[in-house]
């Protein structure tokens, strides 16, 4: 199978053809760009929305507060449907789509949806396979799935157990597919450290991993330092239970950013959370804790580091990235509070747990990051509710606009123009109120990615929703059609 795939112009529209860098995807029932919510990090915050909107037909004032699990979105944002949390499902994760199946991660494994009908999808099967995050990614008639967390071993029938134990297992599965009703486990592969989010990378007759994996515990055995690359797993397309690792690129030799106390609040780097590869461009941008890099994948198996920034002042967790369609941007964000923080509010600021936009500079090797702005939903939200930025896509728009839709946990979805890099604004955004009033609770979209026409959002407590986007600026993306999208392999739009 060509290492690239077509997008194409849906039949009675206008438009120009739509071509997209392959999506080489593993099927994860979590998702590729989030760290696991740690009670320990809860933080007391406040506020209110600033923005009006919709509640059930009534129009909400700036600033109220909707009541418990109560649905206020913005005039050009519909919501269409939600699918309740699957039955074996526990915290849902992230997302990847091929062809009319959506699949969702979960920490205890993933379900497969078919979106052919967006107004009424319809769970295909749950297959359970405990293991957070359980990051997400399909190509073909394979799906790949992250385990970071420490199991007894590499079955679905594992136990966890002490990370400190020699013998437990961490890293990539591997499940055929072909028939959606029973996903079938064909091969697991052990990585350094587990693997907390993946990405996958075209190459020929062969698809490669990148395995993001990072330490919280310099006491488990295979996370001692220095852990400062990633995992490289190839799986031949033709036989992947040969699937191996080939090789442990250093990203970091000098160890990285050092974080705390000599840069208080800020994550050491001891690993990457995520990766967004851009194959067309042989480029690729990593969150990696406490540094955020920009380095070429023109040869797959030796990524060579073009250019690193780190922001010491306001960035805490370099989360997850996404280019602009152009290759002259990165949007970086920043986990502030590892996703269990109640960080929307005025104490937090609008700078940190928040968005971090980059323009991308210069040519070739001489390819420079430079800091132009930050973004954050404009809505405070309640001290009872976790939020930061998280897992979101570009929405193929033309126009040489910049336009991508993103999650906040419980500051819901927000879809927000970047299109001038040192002013960027919202445009829409679709939430629940709190999902308890007297305590910080867990929850949210963990995920929000447009496919198709349409945007899917992975809500951590409520399940699957499917929400429709009215609005002049992003009216031409419905012209755009996928054969699949794995977010964190980017296509080119052209």
Not at 123 to 137: A, E, F, K, M, R
Not at 198 to 226: M, Q, W
Not at 481 to 489: A, E, K, P
Request: aromatic share 8%; proline share 7%; charged share 20%.
């Amino acid at each position: 199978m060509s290492s690239f795939h077509s997008t194409r112009v849906r039949k009675g529209r206008v438009g120009a053809a739509v071509a997209a860098a392959g999506l080489l995807a593993t099927l994860l029932a979590a998702g590729p760009a989030a760290a696991t919510p740690d009670p320990g990090d809860l933080a007391p915050g406040g506020g209110s929305r600033q923005d009006a909107g919709i509640v059930e037909g009534r129009e909400i004032a700036p600033g109220e507060v909707p009541g418990q699990d109560e649905i206020v979105h913005s005039k050009n944002i519909k919501h269409l449907a939600n699918v309740p949390l699957a039955e074996t499902a526990t915290i849902n994760t992230d997302l990847a789509f091929q062809g009319k199946y959506a699949y969702a991660g979960n920490y205890n494994g993933f379900t497969i949806y078919d979106i052919a009908n967006p107004r009424a999808p319809k769970t295909v099967s749950q297959v359970l396979c405990p293991g957070g995050q359980n990051d997400i990614s399909v190509h073909g008639d394979l799906l790949f799935l992250s385990t970071d967390s420490s199991r007894s071993d590499d079955s679905c029938t594992s136990v966890t157990q002490p990370a400190t134990e020699k013998s437990s297992w961490e890293g990539i599965k591997i499940f055929d597919i072909k028939d959606k009703k029973n996903p079938r486990y064909i091969k697991s592969v052990e990585t350094n450290c587990g693997s907390h989010t993946h990405t996958l990378v075209p190459d020929g007759r062969d698809i490669y991993v990148y395995v993001a994996s990072y330490s919280p515990n310099e006491a488990f055995p295979d996370c001692k330092p220095p852990h400062d690359g990633i995992s490289v797993v190839k799986v031949p397309k033709k036989a992947p239970t040969k699937a191996a690792v080939v090789a442990f690129p250093v990203l970091f030799p000098d160890g990285g950013n050092p974080g705390g106390p000599t840069n208080p609040g800020v994550s050491k780097t001891t690993g990457c959370h995520d990766i967004t590869v851009l194959p067309s461009k042989n480029l690729a941008a990593g969150a990696c804790m406490g540094d955020g890099i920009l380095f070429d994948i023109s040869r797959p198996e030796q990524p060579r580091v073009i250019d690193r920034v780190q922001d010491n002042v306001n960035f805490a967790f370099w989360h997850s990235a996404t280019f602009n369609q152009r290759a002259n941007k990165v949007v970086f964000t920043d986990e502030l509070g590892g996703g269990g923080g109640a960080t929307c509010d005025e104490a937090t600021g609008p700078n940190r747990g928040a968005d971090g936009i980059y323009d991308i500079t210069g040519r070739g090797d001489e390819r420079k990051l430079a800091f132009r702005s930050y973004f954050k939903i404009p809505r405070h939200q309640a001290d009872t509710e976790n939020c930061v930025a998280h897992n979101g896509s570009l929405i193929p728009v033309g126009g040489g606009r910049d336009i991508m839709v993103q999650a906040w946990y419980q500051g819901g979805v927000s879809v927000w123009d970047f299109t001038d890099s040192a002013r960027p604004e919202e445009i829409g955004y679709f939430e629940r109120g709190p999902l308890t009033t007297d305590a910080l609770g867990l929850g949210g979209s963990w995920s929000a990615y447009y496919y198709n026409g349409h945007i899917y959002s992975n809500d951590i407590a409520k399940g699957f929703d499917v929400l429709r986007l009215d609005d002049w600026r992003t009216e031409s993306a419905k012209w755009v059609w996928m054969d699949r999208l794995n977010v964190q392999t980017q296509p080119e739009y052209r």
